[in-house]
C-alpha cells in the first residue's frame, strides 16, 4: 500500500511541474511565433493588415472583424503608433513578449478615431528613482511603457457588411507603426 502511495504522490509531483511549466511558457511561445509571423511580411515596427493567409496563421479569424498587426522591438527607442481608425468599432491591444495585455482602449473609450500612441520601454527601479520626473511627459498622444522590448500591437475593426471590408482594411492601412525619430 505504501508503494501506491508514494507512485500517486510521485505522479502527481511530476503532473503539477509539467503544468506549472505549460502555463509559464507557453504563452511566450505562442506570442513569440505571433510576432515572428507578423514580423515576417514587413518587418518589425511595421504595420501589417491582415488577410488571407496571415489571418489564418496568427489564429484570428476573419470572420465579421479586420485586424491590423504591428510587431514591435524597442531595443532601438521608442515606438510611435499613428492611428487613423476606420469609423466603425474597433478596439487597440498591446501585448507583451509574454502574451500580457500590457493596455487596450476601444473606440468608446478613446471618443476619436485618429490619436497617437507612443510605446516605450519601462524604466528600472532605480533609474525611476534617481530621474528627473518631468523628464518622460509628453504632451499630446498616449504614452504606453512595458517592461519587456519585444511585443505586439493588435488593431480589431468590426466589419458589419461584407461589401465595406475592404474600405475598413484600407482605413486601417492609413495607420502607422514605427519608431520615433531621434
Same mark, same amino acid.
Request: hydrophobic share 45%.
Given at each position: 500500500?505504501?508503494?501506491?502511495?508514494?507512485?500517486?504522490?510521485?505522479?502527481?509531483?511530476?503532473?503539477? @511541474? #509539467?503544468?506549472?511549466?505549460?502555463?509559464?511558457? *507557453?504563452?511566450?511561445?505562442?506570442? &513569440? +511565433?505571433?510576432?515572428?509571423? =507578423?514580423?515576417?511580411?514587413?518587418?518589425?515596427?511595421? @504595420? #501589417?493588415?491582415?488577410?488571407?493567409?496571415?489571418? *489564418?496563421?496568427?489564429?484570428?479569424? &476573419? +470572420?465579421?472583424?479586420?485586424? =491590423?498587426?504591428?510587431?514591435?522591438?524597442?531595443?532601438?527607442?521608442?515606438?510611435?503608433?499613428?492611428?487613423?481608425?476606420?469609423?466603425?468599432?474597433?478596439?487597440?491591444?498591446?501585448?507583451?513578449?509574454?502574451?500580457?495585455?500590457?493596455?487596450?482602449?476601444?473606440?468608446?473609450?478613446?471618443?476619436?478615431?485618429?490619436?497617437?500612441?507612443?510605446?516605450?520601454?519601462?524604466?528600472?527601479?532605480?533609474?525611476?528613482?534617481?530621474?528627473?520626473?518631468?523628464?518622460?511627459?509628453?504632451?499630446?498622444?498616449?504614452?504606453?511603457?512595458?517592461?519587456?522590448?519585444?511585443?505586439?500591437?493588435?488593431?480589431?475593426?468590426?466589419?458589419?457588411?461584407?461589401?465595406?471590408?475592404?474600405?475598413?482594411?484600407?482605413?486601417?492601412?492609413?495607420?502607422?507603426?514605427?519608431?520615433?525619430?531621434?
Amino acid at each position: 500500500m505504501m508503494r501506491f502511495v508514494y507512485w500517486v504522490i510521485v505522479t502527481a509531483f511530476i503532473a503539477g @511541474l #509539467v503544468h506549472v511549466g505549460l502555463v509559464l511558457v *507557453r504563452p511566450r511561445a505562442e506570442m &513569440a +511565433g505571433r510576432i515572428e509571423v =507578423a514580423a515576417a511580411s514587413k518587418g518589425m515596427n511595421a @504595420l #501589417v493588415v491582415a488577410t488571407g493567409e496571415a489571418e *489564418r496563421v496568427l489564429g484570428y479569424r &476573419a +470572420g465579421d472583424a479586420a485586424y =491590423a498587426f504591428c510587431p514591435f522591438d524597442l531595443s532601438g527607442g521608442k515606438l510611435v503608433f499613428d492611428a487613423l481608425m476606420p469609423s466603425t468599432l474597433w478596439t487597440l491591444t498591446i501585448y507583451s513578449a509574454r502574451g500580457q495585455s500590457v493596455y487596450s482602449v476601444n473606440s468608446r473609450q478613446a471618443g476619436v478615431d485618429n490619436f497617437q500612441i507612443s510605446v516605450r520601454k519601462a524604466p528600472d527601479l532605480l533609474t525611476q528613482l534617481t530621474a528627473d520626473p518631468e523628464a518622460g511627459t509628453i504632451n499630446d498622444g498616449w504614452q504606453v511603457e512595458t517592461s519587456e522590448n519585444k511585443g505586439l500591437i493588435v488593431v480589431w475593426a468590426e466589419v458589419p457588411e461584407d461589401y465595406q471590408r475592404a474600405s475598413i482594411e484600407k482605413d486601417l492601412a492609413r495607420s502607422s507603426c514605427a519608431l520615433a525619430s531621434k
